[in-house]
């Protein structure tokens, strides 16, 4: 949704500083947009990633793992360059590392 919306930002504001814009809806701050697109940065791959597990009917570790992998990676990419919505990204990866943290532990999973 937020990827869409931004790709309808032109347009949007377009509409909105029409002289026959009468709503009281305002448009969003440069900042909002730049923390907006730092969002869908962020959340991207988990999009991708879930796309990915739910178009199998039976998603195994094999799969999981690497993904798991490579969201981690690109979070702390995200961090390192400091990309808009860093918080949002901390608390991600934090969450992401409680929830998931035993596959890097367990004997069983780094089989």
């Given at each position: 949704?937020?990827?869409?919306?931004?790709?309808?930002q032109a347009?949007?504001?377009?509409?909105?500083?029409?002289?026959?814009?009468?709503?009281?809806v305002q448009?969003?701050?440069?900042?909002?947009?730049?923390?907006?697109?730092?969002?869908?940065?962020?959340?991207?791959?988990?999009?991708?990633?879930?796309?990915?597990?739910?178009?199998?009917?039976?998603?195994?570790?094999?799969?999981?793992?690497?993904?798991?992998?490579?969201?981690?990676?690109?979070?702390?990419?995200?961090?390192?360059?400091?990309?808009?919505?860093?918080?949002?990204?901390?608390?991600?990866?934090?969450?992401?590392?409680?929830?998931?943290?035993?596959?890097?532990?367990?004997?069983?999973?780094?089989?």
């Amino acid at each position: 949704m937020l990827k869409r919306l931004l790709e309808m930002q032109a347009a949007l504001s377009a509409e909105m500083a029409s002289p026959k814009n009468t709503s009281d809806v305002q448009m969003l701050a440069p900042q909002e947009w730049r923390h907006m697109s730092g969002l869908v940065e962020i959340l991207q791959p988990l999009a991708d990633a879930r796309e990915e597990l739910s178009g199998d009917s039976c998603p195994t570790l094999s799969m999981v793992i690497p993904i798991l992998h490579c969201l981690e990676s690109h979070l702390t990419r995200c961090i390192q360059h400091k990309t808009e919505g860093i918080m949002f990204a901390r608390n991600f990866l934090k969450a992401l590392k409680s929830k998931f943290g035993i596959y890097k532990e367990d004997s069983d999973y780094l089989l």
